[in-house]
């Protein structure tokens, strides 16, 4: 059973240009949560999926930021029209669909730079 | 709402010696307690978890934590530290809604 797969790993884009990031959760997952953390600092929560619906976006910015998790193929983080503040590492974590006592798997992350 | 507190930006501990990362959280109803370690460059790792049950949970890498409902914290412990600990630590409760909510994480040094 392959973990939380996050790609690319490394991406970089200019300024004003879209940035794309994918989370495929570990088999017979259905949750998805991303997160966002900056250089030495703790995580900072985004947003929480399930499949085909937005159950928490409580930690998106209201501009720019959108996921979406569809019924097949993996969850999407996108960003437009990136700014500097924007280069950060993303996590996305995944967990079962049952079970308050499931603990969430993550991925490597996703570290996004904007120049 | 639920939340995390961990008070201590950064630990530093001598090899070998016991450490302690603390952890406290505000929820109502059970809670449902998780410790995550992260390395450099690297995503979070599962280490243990508190759902109901015996007070000392025991995880990865020698690791335990032990739940205290009264004092409302959940500290993580190890009797012998070694440098490879070194990392960033972080608690985690999970909420009704099904989301975690991390705390702000510990920085543990541990020197030679």
């Known amino acids: 059973n392959a973990g939380v797969m996050q790609n690319p790993r490394h991406l970089v884009r200019r300024r004003g240009q879209e940035a794309r990031l994918r989370c495929s959760p570990m088999?017979?997952?259905?949750?998805v949560y991303w997160y966002r953390q900056l250089p030495e600092e703790g995580l900072k929560f985004m947003v929480y999926l399930q499949k085909e619906n937005i159950i928490d976006e409580s930690g998106m910015p209201k501009e720019r930021f959108s996921a979406e998790f569809p019924k097949e193929g993996p969850s999407i983080l996108r960003i437009q029209q990136v700014v500097r503040g924007d280069s950060a590492a993303y996590f996305c974590a995944s967990s079962p669909p049952r079970g308050m006592n499931t603990e969430a798997f993550f991925g490597q992350g996703t570290r996004l730079t904007v120049v | 709402a639920q939340s995390v507190a961990q008070p201590e930006d950064q630990v530093n501990v001598a090899e070998g010696n016991p450490l302690t990362v603390k952890c406290t959280y505000s929820?109502?109803?059970?809670?449902?307690l998780f410790w995550y370690v992260q390395y450099p460059n690297r995503g979070l790792q599962f280490l243990l978890k508190?759902?109901?049950?015996?007070?000392l949970v025991k995880g990865s890498y020698g690791f335990e934590a032990e739940f205290n409902k009264s004092q409302t914290s959940f500290h993580l412990k190890k009797p012998s530290a070694l440098v490879s600990d070194s990392a960033l630590y972080f608690c985690?409760?999970?909420?009704?809604?099904?989301?975690?909510?991390f705390g702000p994480g510990t920085r543990l040094s541990v020197l030679p």
């Open positions: 088999k017979g997952h259905s949750h």
């Open positions: 929820v109502s109803g059970n809670p449902y």
């Open positions: 985690a409760v999970r909420d009704y809604g099904q989301n975690f909510v």
């Open positions: 508190y759902i109901t049950g015996d007070n």
